[in-house]
């Protein structure tokens, strides 16, 4: 891990994985996980449009 070889001591950066649970255990509201999901995914399409149009 790297947490373990960082620190000394195994951490876990997620507390679970899918990186959705994770924000579940944090006491996020699902709809409010998945519209921040779904700005980002924009937010990359967006991104990569843009780098092909410079091309």
């Not at 891990?1 to 070889?5: L, R």
């Given at each position: 891990?790297?947490?373990?070889?960082r620190f000394?001591?195994?951490r876990r950066i997620f507390l679970m994985a899918?990186?959705?649970h994770h924000f579940q255990l944090k006491g996020?509201?699902?709809q409010k996980i998945?519209?921040?999901f779904w700005?980002?995914?924009i937010l990359f399409l967006l991104a990569?449009?843009?780098t092909l149009k410079l091309r």
């Open positions: 891990k790297y947490t373990k070889m000394g001591q195994g899918p990186l959705h996020w509201p699902e998945v519209i921040r700005i980002i995914a990569s449009l843009t």
